[in-house]
């Protein structure tokens, strides 16, 4: 599934960091164990106190940017180290 197919309801994994604190998406993945979709911000997170879990048009609306990666593949993480720089794809 791309991220414009999927339900915009669909429940997305997202950190505190991103949420509260206005860091940029730097780390995409779309898992291959349960083709979800993560949307972090590169630092090291403690699922059970830094993740959160949002609906996926909430994320797309905090990054327009992430239209660019509709079609990433499950198993695969996209990654880039500023808001505005190409995202690099690394397919699993």
Known sequence: MSLHTEA??????????I?????????VSHDEDDAGWQFLC????????????????EI?????TLHLLNDLPVGSIATRTKKN????????
Request: with cysteine; aromatic share 2%.
């Open 8 to 17: 915009p309801n669909l429940a997305v994994i997202t950190c505190v960091h």
């Open 42 to 57: 590169g630092k090291e997170n403690h699922i059970e106190s830094d993740g959160k879990i949002i609906a996926l048009k």
């Open 19 to 27: 949420l509260e604190h206005n860091h940029d998406i730097l780390v």
């Open 85 to 92: 720089e190409s995202w690099k794809i690394e397919e699993g």
């Open 60 to 64: 797309l609306e905090l990054d327009t």
